[in-house]
């Protein structure tokens, strides 16, 4: 079984702060991870996936998030926040051998104030 | 390129009635799978199916249902509809259904039952 853990279901930054939004993965096998954002009444956008390439990984709109096994961790971090960047962020792994059907985490909405 | 379709985009219902949701799959996608998302919560997984067969389900009764065509697109059935099912449905599309194939989500259909 496997599943993600997000803390936080909420986060506030000011514009410019740096964004980290925390995700914590479960699984038996090595996990593939992957971070999607979903704007209001939109469906979900993927940031970035972790494919067991590289620990490091870079998105789209300048997100990054590493891979940490020791940590079973997969934080997502942006060093300057956008207004644009408010949206509702998930975390979501898929396992070795069993197909791209997600598990997402309950998600944290990221509110960006002036 | 099209992206993933849905339709409709709003659909209220009444409790014991059937419904059927629509989705368009990516061109050139072979793979759809399908995501309840209830208010406040992340997407769950209900089932996929890939060139036309199911390829896995999730932890949901048999009164959801599903088909994939010929053309790839796909149907979402559900029955005897309960309140609880009121939700956001999404539709992804992925190329291959291998462990890191990213999927790509449409904008949803929104169900309420009442």
């Known amino acids: 079984a496997q599943s993600v853990t997000q803390l936080g279901s909420h986060v506030s930054v000011s514009e410019g702060a740096l964004v980290l939004l925390r995700c914590n993965y479960s699984s038996s096998v090595p996990p593939y991870l992957f971070w999607y954002v979903q704007y209001p009444n939109q469906g979900l956008q993927l940031l970035l996936k972790y494919t067991s390439a590289a620990t490091l990984v870079k998105g789209i709109n300048g997100f990054e998030a590493e891979f940490k096994k020791s940590e079973t961790s997969f934080h997502l971090t942006k060093p300057s926040a956008h207004m644009s960047d408010a949206a509702e962020y998930f975390c979501a792994v898929s396992s070795t051998g069993g197909g791209n059907k997600l598990t997402f985490g309950t998600g944290t909405q990221l509110k960006v104030e002036l | ?114």
């Not at chain 2, 059937?18 to 997984?45: D, E, I, K, M």
């Not at chain 2, 992925?94 to 890191?100: E, G």
Request: with cysteine; charged share 15%; glycine share 8%.
């Open chain 2, 1 to 114: 390129e099209t992206g993933v379709t849905q339709s409709p985009t709003h659909l209220i219902k009444t409790r014991g009635q059937q419904v059927t949701l629509r989705c368009s799959s990516q061109s050139g996608h072979n793979t759809v799978s399908w995501y309840q998302q209830a208010l406040g919560q992340g997407p769950q997984f209900i089932f996929q199916y890939y060139r036309e067969e199911e390829n896995g389900r999730g932890n949901f009764p048999p009164r959801f249902s599903g088909l994939q065509f010929p053309n790839y697109s796909s149907e979402l059935n559900v029955n005897a509809l309960e309140l609880d099912d009121s939700a956001l449905y999404l539709c992804a599309s992925s190329l291959l259904k291998t462990d890191t194939d990213t999927q790509y989500f449409g904008p949803g259909t929104r169900l309420t039952v009442l």
